[in-house]
T-cell receptor, first 111, second 112 residues
């Protein structure tokens, strides 16, 4: 079945460092891909999405490009802030239009 | 502020008891979902509803039931709680099938 694999965390960075969180997927067909962010004590919020190959989703300085050839959707940010500390979830929308989530990657950014 | 309201925020429950988690949205979204979040497993879909009056089973439906009598409400019921149902439960909604989902703040449930 469809699945999403994320790099294990936690990822610990200093402020202004470059961030990459890897995400790869297995799916039938061409799913839509998403990154969600969960701040402490809150629900998930949509961060960005891409609906077809080579699309780049971007929001709040975060970017991810839908790579069909490598079945990847890695999340990047050029300069992280302490306020970016959260858990990040990669997800795909399967053939039945249901979201399949990765296990999540915790990011901790220190001043 | 428009969004999803879940209640209660947290609950401790004895095994064998019946419990209903409430979820209300005011965005007039057609589709609603219930997930459980467990450490290392991400979110797993329990049940969903594509539109009022219809429901469907997700990845982990056993031990749970839902109803969708109207557009706004989507309660999740545990008929007889077991310790393995200890989790954080999230309700979500979307305008339609395949659209981005909006999440509530979750209900932390502990079954003893």
């Amino acid at each position: 079945g469809d699945s999403v694999t994320q790099m294990e965390g936690p990822v610990t960075l200093s402020e202004e460092a470059f961030l990459t969180i890897n995400c790869t997927y297995t799916a039938t067909g061409y799913p839509s891909l998403f990154w969600y962010v969960q701040y402490p004590g809150e629900g998930l919020q949509l961060l960005l999405k891409a609906t077809k190959a080579d699309d780049k989703g971007s929001n709040k300085g975060f970017e991810a490009t839908y790579r069909k050839e490598t079945t990847s959707f890695h999340l990047e940010k050029g300069s992280v802030q302490v306020s970016d500390s959260a858990v990040y979830f990669c997800a795909l929308s399967d053939r039945r239009n249901k979201l399949i989530f990765g296990a999540g990657t915790r990011l901790a950014v220190h001043p | 502020i428009a969004g999803i309201t879940q209640a209660p925020t947290s609950q401790i429950l004895a095994a064998g008891r019946r419990m209903t988690l409430r979820c209300t949205q005011d965005m007039r979204h057609n589709a609603m979902y219930w997930y459980r979040q467990d450490l290392g497993l991400g979110l797993r879909l329990i049940h969903y509803s594509n539109t009022a009056g219809t429901t469907g089973k997700g990845e982990v439906p056993d031990g749970y039931s839902v109803s969708r009598a109207n557009t706004d409400d989507f309660p999740l019921t545990l008929a007889s709680a077991v310790p393995s149902q200890t989790s954080v439960y999230f309700c979500a909604s979307s305008e339609g099938v395949g659209q981005p989902q909006h999440f509530g703040d979750g209900t932390r449930l502990s079954i003893l």
